[in-house]
């Protein structure tokens, strides 16, 4: 296979080229792309319309503004600001035959990411785990969830999920980001790798400035055990894994 070198500071990184391997996906050997998001399980909960709840004046001030938010208030979110952050990282603005067209880029528009969120308080959700479902809200300004677990503990659950960080238990609500990785190796094959990563920057960036755009604060988190947050987000650890987490409350 086809490699280029790229030449860092420490080594030399060999990286497959795309030139040539998109010969070799699945695409190009006629096989169905695989489904843009995972179904419902279970029963779902439509969250309400976002409407007019956005309160950062302009895009200058928002940019100036967002910075990472480690220390969180009581304060609960509101339906309409849980529907906003799912919206406005992975809604599905309108469906392709292949794919979904979203408000974050995504290379190939493969996004080939799924939503979870862990509830602590969100007023009228009961606390919980939860899956976001973008298709049931195609082209609309919505949301719909279902809950797949429950979290006895949350503040407990948290921690342990992000490797001790309490700071981010505080939180009523954290995002989590997995990946199921064939989405884009159907397209892409080993060079859908790195362009994975770049894709979960421009989810992270979004999910910052919704949320400041709600005059909300968050914080991305990189640092999780994988195998505990595999567990409380039911997820196998190999076709689909947790990559990300967001916290996002209001700032103390």
Request: with cysteine.
């Amino acid at each position: 296979m086809q490699a280029v070198t790229i030449e860092s500071g420490r080594k030399s990184m060999h990286c497959p080229a795309f030139k040539g391997i998109m010969n070799e996906s699945d695409q190009s050997k006629g096989i169905d792309a695989p489904p843009v998001s995972k179904p419902a399980c279970g029963a779902t909960i439509k969250l309400p319309v976002y409407g007019n709840i956005l309160t950062a004046p302009n895009y200058e001030e928002l940019l100036d503004t967002r910075r990472s938010l480690r220390s969180y208030s009581d304060k609960a979110l509101t339906q309409e600001q849980l529907t906003f952050m799912l919206w406005s990282t992975q809604g599905i603005q309108y469906a392709r035959e292949v794919n979904g067209l979203r408000p974050v880029p995504s290379g190939g528009c493969r996004h080939p990411f799924e939503t979870y969120i862990v509830i602590k308080s969100v007023k009228g959700l009961e606390p919980g785990v939860y899956h976001y479902l973008p298709l049931e809200d195609v082209g609309q300004k919505s949301a719909t969830i279902e809950k797949i677990g429950i979290v006895e503990d949350y503040e407990s659950t948290i921690t342990n999920m992000l490797v001790g960080q309490a700071w981010a238990a505080k939180a009523p609500a954290v995002l989590f980001y997995s990946c199921i990785p064939y989405r884009a190796e159907w397209r892409y094959a080993e060079a859908s790798h790195r362009v994975q990563l770049i894709d979960l920057g421009h989810l992270g960036q979004n999910a910052m400035l919704s949320a400041v755009a709600l005059g909300l604060g968050s914080c991305c988190l990189a640092a999780y055990d994988q195998n505990v947050c595999d567990n409380v987000l039911g997820l196998d650890g190999v076709n689909e894994y947790t990559v990300y987490a967001v916290s996002v409350g209001t700032q103390e």
